[in-house]
Nanobody
Framework: QVQLVESGGGLVQAGGSLRLSCAAS????????MGWFRQAPGKEREFVAA????????YYGDSVKGRFTISRDNAKSTVYLQMNSLKPEDTAVYYC???????????????????WGQGTQVTVSS
């Protein structure tokens, strides 16, 4: 079992920055990959970023490449999403998720993930 708790969401103006955190507990954090997804009202859940368990491999959705950075601190059992140059279209509920697959991978589909946090709202005003 893995429990995930996101934090760091809020209201920010376009062009601003936010850093989301996701604290994990339960199973050894360094044994699984992590991802971030987002969902805006009326839209499907969208892949944002993923990172392998050793932080050696990362992958980003096309809409956030060059603006968002995913990272992890295995000692703190936490994954981060640094979001820069935010746009109104980034407004959504952001979810972190854990992928326990073996061998490890970087997955971009939400069905690949085994555990999810409750989400944190990010609102970008124009």
């Amino acid at each position: 079992q893995v429990q995930l708790v996101e934090s760091g969401g809020g209201l920010v103006q376009a062009g601003g920055s936010l850093r989301l955190s996701c604290a994990a507990s339960g199973r050894s954090f360094s044994s699984y990959a992590m991802g971030w997804f987002r969902q805006a009202p009326g839209k499907e859940r969208e892949f944002v970023a993923a990172i392998k368990r050793s932080a050696g491999s990362t992958y980003y959705g096309d809409s956030v490449k060059g603006r968002f950075t995913i990272s992890r601190d295995n000692a703190k059992s936490t994954v981060y999403l640094q979001m820069n140059s935010l746009k109104p279209e980034d407004t959504a509920v952001y979810y972190c998720a854990a992928d326990l697959a073996v061998p490890p991978r970087v997955a971009t589909t939400y069905s690949a993930y085994d555990y999810w946090g409750q989400g944190t709202q990010v609102t970008v005003s124009s």
